[in-house]
């Protein structure tokens, strides 16, 4: 079973940076595509960011474009979400997720974290 557990949310000020990380606890990690997606209060959860297998495909939701990075080590079965010149709107749970093919879908991916929180004062 793939379990992921992601790491790196916190508080911090308008336009500044996060890193946030993501775990595999399998060697399946590297069979899968992988996304993040974030989830304010009230809202629905929307994708941020998506990475195929391999890495070499990636692509981001218009709000973070510019602004965010999606990476992988395959080698250390984690997943990363580099974050900049974050804005109070940024301010949700980020979820971890993985799934066969990379889509911006929140049903086409069939494992996620429990997230964590991203808190961006204004």
């Known amino acids: 079973q793939v379990q992921l557990v992601e790491s790196g949310g916190g508080l911090v000020q308008a336009g500044g940076s996060l890193r946030l990380s993501c775990a595999a606890s399998?060697?399946?990690?590297?069979?899968?595509?992988m996304g993040w997606f974030r989830q304010a209060p009230g809202k629905e959860r929307e994708f941020v960011a998506g990475?195929?297998?391999?890495?070499?495909?990636?692509f981001y939701a218009n709000s973070v474009k510019g602004r965010f990075t999606i990476s992988r080590d395959n080698a250390k079965n984690t997943l990363y979400l580099e974050m900049n010149l974050l804005k109070s709107e940024d301010t949700a749970v980020y979820y971890c997720?993985?799934?066969?093919?990379?889509?911006?879908?929140?049903?086409?991916?069939?494992?996620w974290g429990q997230g964590t929180q991203v808190t961006v004062s204004s």
């Open positions: 997720a993985a799934g066969v093919v990379m889509t911006m879908k929140v049903s086409e991916y069939d494992y």
């Open positions: 399998v060697r399946t990690f590297s069979n899968h595509a």
């Open positions: 990475i195929s297998w391999s890495g070499t495909s990636t």
